[in-house]
């Protein structure tokens, strides 16, 4: 099961970075996606990494596009996520999850994939 850290209050403009670990998965070995839910909505594939074997592509939605960073420390056997330049819409729970690799691209899995492992999620937020 991943596990979330990282979370917590942020300025508008500053920085967070999100962690996600993992005791019983090999993370370089499995795809991980970031999610995020706002308040009353819906959640949203906020970026996704392909794993180490898999090329580590990585896939952004347009709204974090050169903003947020994915990358992996396959050392601490951990995905980040680093969110720059946050933006108060950027507020909510931020999910890690993790597949098995498929070999199908990265935008696919991120977007309409399904995911088997679930972190708790984590909140941050962002004020204006």
């Known amino acids: 099961q991943p596990v979330e850290s990282g979370g917590g209050l942020a300025h508008a403009g500053g920085s967070r970075r999100l962690s996600c670990t993992a005791s019983?998965?090999?993370?370089?070995?499995?795809?991980v996606g970031w999610f995020r839910q706002a308040p009353g909505g819906e959640r949203e594939g906020v970026s996704c990494i392909a794993s180490s074997p898999g090329g580590e592509r990585t896939y952004y939605a347009d709204s974090v596009k050169g903003r947020f960073t994915a990358a992996r420390d396959n050392a601490e056997n951990e995905v980040y996520l680093q969110m720059k330049m946050l933006k108060p819409d950027d507020t909510g729970i931020y999910y890690c999850?993790?597949?098995?690799?498929?070999?199908?691209?990265?935008?696919?899995?991120?977007?309409?994939?399904?995911?088997?492992?679930w972190g708790q999620g984590i909140q941050v937020t962002v004020s204006s």
């Open positions: 999850a993790a597949v098995a690799e498929r070999m199908i691209p990265i935008e696919t899995q991120c977007i309409a994939g399904s995911w088997i492992y």
């Open positions: 019983t998965l090999s993370l370089y070995l499995y795809v």
